[in-house]
Antibody, heavy 120, light 108 residues
Framework: QVTLKESGPALVKPTQTLTLTCTFS??????????VSWVRQPPGQALEWLARIDWDDDKFYSTSLKTRLSISKDTSKNQVVLIMTNMDPVDTATYYC????????????WGQGTLVTVSS | DIQMTQSPSSLSASVGDRVTITCRASQSIRNYLSWYQQKSGKAPKLLISDASSLQSGVPSRFSGSGSGTDFTLTINNLQPEDFATYYC??????????FGPGTKVDIK
């Protein structure tokens, strides 16, 4: 059974750095083809893809946010970490992690999401 | 970047209706198009991948079609549990996924 779960602070101040952890089970990120992405959704708005890390440690970032994002994995802990710097109130959103199993593939399993509010 | 549009942005329908949602890409994405259902306060759920492949466990009243730039999600015999927001997503420019703005389906 594949599960993913996001964890991190619910509230961060403007200019602070956000660190989110995705802990998953039911698959290994060392398996050929496995990929984990981060997606966010501001309240009442659409979904926005942020970043992805692949089984071979390739990393990809949203063009518009790449200077602020860093993604990494700890295969032994089944975790993926997303770091977003210089947080702003417009970054207030629910952040999801989700799995892809092949190139061009969809996001087939999602975490429940974690709401992050940016406010002083 | 590939832009995705959806129409309508919202619709009202009754149980038993047939509902059609359209998604359009700003350039050809072949068949690299997925559909997701999102209920209020929940994570998106994958319904259809590769434009028309129904995911395991998804009711057969859901179907997808299209290729290139124009795609359709059809829900036959709308059920109460189908009232939700639906998003399309392209994976042609992987990993730079882009999602459509969503279509909210509510009860008439």
């Amino acid at each position: 059974q594949v599960t993913l779960k996001e964890s991190g602070p619910a509230l961060v101040k403007p200019t602070q750095t956000l660190t989110l952890t995705c802990t998953f089970s039911g698959f290994s990120l060392s398996t050929n083809g496995m990929r984990v992405s981060w997606v966010r959704q501001p309240p009442g708005q659409a979904l926005e893809w942020l970043a992805r890390i692949d089984w071979d440690d390739d990393k990809f970032y949203s063009t518009s946010l790449k200077t602020r994002l860093s993604i990494s994995k700890d295969t032994s802990k089944n975790q993926v970490v997303l770091i977003m710097t210089n947080m702003d109130p417009v970054d207030t959103a629910t952040y999801y992690c989700a799995r892809t199993t092949y190139n061009f593939g969809p996001l087939d399993y999602w975490g429940q999401g974690t709401l992050v509010t940016v406010s002083s | 970047d590939i832009q995705m549009t959806q129409s309508p942005s919202s619709l009202s329908a009754s149980v038993g209706d047939r509902v059609t949602i359209t998604c359009r890409a700003s350039q050809s994405i072949r068949n690299y198009l997925s559909w997701y259902q999102q209920k209020s306060g929940k994570a998106p759920k994958l319904l259809i991948s590769d434009a028309s492949s129904l995911q395991s466990g998804v009711p057969s009243r859901f179907s997808g079609s299209g290729s290139g730039t124009d795609f359709t999600l059809t829900i036959n015999n709308l059920q109460p549990e189908d009232f939700a927001t639906y998003y399309c997503q392209q994976s042609y420019s992987t990993p730079q996924f882009t999602f459509g703005p969503g279509t909210k389906v509510d009860i008439k």
